[in-house]
């Protein structure tokens, strides 16, 4: 992964179904040098537009395992490990002026739920995709804070037409009080709601909803229209307050017919202005 601001990523992974796709493992790992802006926690600061400018390294990797239990569903357990080294960056007239580096190791146990009855894991055109997955970081597994974050997904597909496919998703994530700000619920991005930068709005609690109308015009081309509505919260009874919309336009070309892997760019409009976007495969 590259982006304009200078950000990377490299890494790999492994997304295997084995045993007539009884289990399922996930495996992966990464390193990354991201920068952007952090706005603060809460949906005045993130209005504000008033940032500060971040630079984190991050080594990550995980790894889970679930077993299917009972018809669509699986149950299993993962873990996720590594270091989160952040420096703040002060823009003054003369030259930038670093802060130490403080760095955040990351241990945590996981625990992932999935129902999945849809008839294709990379184009879906009809069933569902629901996920739950709680996250407990503990000494004991490597972290230096101890916290709990869960979340928690569903999309949905409804065939229209021969071809065409109307996709919604609902996302809804809480953390506790001590963790680390960049570990805080958050929307924005390319799959929990296009329109946004990527953490510009965060606070403990977050909620994203969107709906996708995928529109197939020839054999390897497709049109989307997206629109959905997010918004962050300190607890769950202060949502409704200040609600977020996005919507957008996008176009797929269909890399390979058989696997229905294609390249997918977006343009997605908010209240904070436009965001483009382009990547491998669906938004959700």
Known sequence: ????????????????????DRLRVKLGAANADIHYRFYGIGNEQGDSGIGIDMLQNARLYMASGTWRVWKKLYLGLGFVGGSVETRLRINLPVTPVFDPEFRTDIGAYTIPMEIDSRDHEQFP????LVT?????????AGSNFDAEIFKFSANHYW?????DVL???????????NVPFFLLSSFGGSTDLRGYPSGRYRDRMMVAMQTEFRWQVADRWI???FAGVGEVAESFSDFGRNFLPAAGIG?????????????STDLAVGNDGVEFYFGVGEAF
Not at 132 to 140: C, D, I, N, P
Request: with cysteine; proline share 2%.
């Open 223 to 225: 049109m989307t229209g």
């Open 1 to 20: 992964m590259a982006a304009e601001n200078g950000s990377y990523m490299v890494g790999g992974g492994a997304n295997l179904h084995l045993l007539n």
């Open 251 to 263: 176009i797929r070309y269909v890399l390979s017919e058989k696997h229905r892997v294609g390249l």
């Open 125 to 128: 055109c009809v069933g569902w």
């Open 167 to 177: 996709a919604s998703r609902i996302v809804i994530k809480a953390t506790s009080d």
């Open 132 to 140: 739950a997955k709680t996250s407990l970081y503990r000494e004991s």
């Open 159 to 163: 065939p229209m037409r021969e071809q």
